[in-house]
């Protein structure tokens, strides 16, 4: 089976006022996913001798995102603000690299490094509540507990999002 640590996500993001309530947010992310596995080959010879060698795989995979979201503040006092948010994300795969590390004690064996292109989109929904406070203008930090689902991607790629499409963030 394949494990799969959370991902993590970096990203900056604008906040525009619609009404005095309502804002829209969007922005740029970057987000790299990890999970491990493990692979076992087979190989055999002419003198019909078969040997299986096994490597345990690390993936790596790099997405660059946009998300929409819309923000309703439904409490404000002084510099700090709580809020309803809701949204969409649309990522697109950068990259995916592989790391394939032999856990067998075979003389001479190596570690196997791969990488391609990610195919497909992933789309995602998000739903929270949040608390962010003001230290200086224009500026905020943020604390928002959400859930998200991810849409299947279409794509080739077996993530943490396809294993486990609904996600507490």
Known sequence: GRSYLPPVTFGLNINLSLQPNWSIETGIQYTQMQSTGAVSINSSNSLQFSTTFSYKVDEY??????????????????????????????EKGLI???VANPEDNFSG?????????IKGMQFSFTTGMGI????????????QPSVSYYFNSLGNQTTIFSANPLLFN
């Open 96 to 98: 995916a690299k592989y």
């Open 132 to 143: 962010s406070y003001k230290f200086i203008k224009h500026f905020e930090m943020f604390g």
């Open 61 to 90: 995979l790099y997405y660059l995102g946009v998300p929409i979201i819309l923000n309703y503040s439904f409490a404000q006092k002084r510099k700090t603000s709580y809020y309803f948010s809701t949204g969409l994300s649309i």
């Open 109 to 117: 064996m190596q570690p196997i490094y791969s990488h391609n292109a």
